[in-house]
Every structure is written in C-alpha cells, then in structure tokens.
C-alpha cells in the first residue's frame, strides 16, 4: 500500500482562493517532501520539512507537519491560474544505517485546477 | 544549466525486445533514481543509486535492472519488455546534505510495450 496518501485527489477553486492539500503516511520518516508537476512533465521541488520540524514556509507555500498523526498539508495562498498542476508528496525513511534512506515514497497526488 | 536528461523521449516497442533508456546529470549529484509514473498508482521508485556502484531496489524492481558505473549517467535496462511495463518514466538526482534528498527530475521518457 503507499506509504503517502493525498487527500483530495482533486480540487477545483477560484483565482485568489487559498489550496489546502493533505498527504497522511504509515511508518516512521526522516524528511517529507512536497512536488508540483505540470501536466506529462518531470517533478519540480517545492519544499521539504525534516521530521523534528512543524511548520515551514516559502514564499506563498506553507507546510505544517505532525508526527504524531503521520500528516502534513500544503497550503497555496492567494492562488493564481499558473498553479494548476498535480502535487505530491514524498516521504523519506529515517537513517537506520545501510541505504534505506535512498528510498523515497510519494503519493498518488491531488490535482489541483485554479480558475482564473 | 544544470539538469537532468533523459533519451529516448518517447519509445514505442515490442514484447520481449531488450531497450535502454539514458540518464544523466551535470550537476555532480552523487543521488539517481528512477520512477515510474501510472494513472492512479502516483510515482513509484524502481531503483535508486547511493553513489557509484552503489544500487538498491525500490518498490517496484522487478522486470528492470540498472548498473551506476560513473557518476554522472544511470541507465534503465529493460531485458525483455512487457505491456505492463507501459508507463512514463522519470530519472532524478539528488546532492544529499545531511541524509535529505531534494530531487531534481528529467523531463520523462513514455514508453509504450505492444
């Protein structure tokens, strides 16, 4: 089963609007990470946030991270049209030695469509 | 420009017809990995390369193999292709700094198996 699972898989909302997208996860992790991908095209990185961090921001993107429940969400805001585009996010295992934090999961996604 | 490249682009090919899909980077990165991408199914890592000589098995290994002999190249190998191995691939690279791997993606190689 994916260890990152988005929620909603798809949003639809107006020009000016802010985009909550939630991504939940199963096992321990040492970093998540957040990907934007223009329809057909390769995955741009948009922000990560370590395990031992809650919250962090960049630009009109903000992460919040809680172990505890195994989630995180992404808020876009102030949306533009420009921002259509699938996120994902993409969960890294903890360092426990050996090569298995080389292995990054990343969910199915959520499909956002901004109106202008 | 730093980047990631990918070749072919775009592969048509038969059942069971041995191909090989490039992969490179001129960015030093000692990270690589490769993806696939299904409708549904979301990206799914096949195998990833810690540095040269160094390969493990993602999610989904089976049906593929790879080999990381320098650092700038990591090639897909596809011994005898399948239909269930239509997809759209991505490679990805990555300089980790203290265990955290930001990734940057190739544009993608469609592949289609008939």
């Known amino acids: 089963s994916q260890q990152g699972e988005e929620d909603p898989q798809a949003l639809s909302i107006q020009e000016g609007e802010n985009a909550t997208m939630n991504c939940s996860y199963k096992?321990?992790?040492?970093?998540l990470q957040w990907y934007r991908q223009n329809s057909g095209r390769g995955l741009v990185h948009l922000i990560l946030?370590?395990?031992?961090?809650r919250e962090k921001h960049s630009g009109r993107l903000r992460v919040t991270l809680d172990t505890s429940k195994k989630s995180s969400s992404l808020l876009i805001t102030a949306s533009r049209a420009a921002d259509t585009a699938s996120y994902f996010c993409a969960t890294a295992l903890p360092n426990a030695g050996g090569t298995s934090y080389g292995k990054l999961t990343f969910g199915q996604g959520t499909i956002l469509t901004v109106h202008p | 420009e730093a980047q990631v490249t990918q070749n072919p682009r775009y592969l048509i090919t038969v059942t069971g017809k041995k191909l090989t899909v490039t992969c490179s980077q001129n960015?030093?990165?000692?990270?690589m990995s490769w993806y696939r991408q299904d409708p549904g199914l979301g990206l799914r890592q096949i195998y990833y390369?810690?540095?040269?000589?160094?390969?493990d098995k993602g999610d989904v290994p089976e049906g593929y193999k790879v080999s990381r002999k320098e650092k700038r190249n990591f090639p897909l190998i596809l011994e005898s292709p399948s239909p269930n191995q239509t997809s759209l691939y991505f490679c990805?690279?990555?300089?980790?700094?203290?265990?955290?791997?930001?990734?940057?993606f190739g544009p993608g190689t469609r592949l289609t198996v008939t």
């Open positions: 390369s810690m540095n040269v000589e160094v390969t």
């Open positions: 946030i370590r395990s031992n961090e």
């Open positions: 096992t321990s992790i040492n970093n």
């Open positions: 990805a690279s990555s300089a980790p700094y203290r265990g955290l791997y930001e990734q940057y």
């Open positions: 960015m030093n990165h000692e990270y």
